[in-house]
């Protein structure tokens, strides 16, 4: 049986390699703006230093449970960290 296809009811393409690189930029913009260090986030967030790096340049799929960690980490809300990738994917199109 085949699988059912999954709905995408944003104009944005599943898994966008646009989409990671535009929260790795707001994950940076906010890390900056709180004049942190990956360092220093990675022990706020218990995420692994090399992990952060690898959001910011785009080159991992954060999950949601991350996204939720790194905003609580930064002082925001997950929906702050999440209207500026879109701010970011917006100004880029």
Sequence with gaps: MPKP???????LPIRD??????FGTALRRFRHQRQLTQEQLAWNSGIDRTFISELELGKK???LVTIFILAGALGISSATLLAEVE???????
């Design 87 to 93: 701010s970011i994917l917006s100004e880029r199109r």
């Design 61 to 63: 799929e954060p999950g």
């Design 17 to 22: 390699p646009a989409t990671f690189a535009a």
């Design 5 to 11: 296809k999954q709905q995408n009811s944003s104009k």
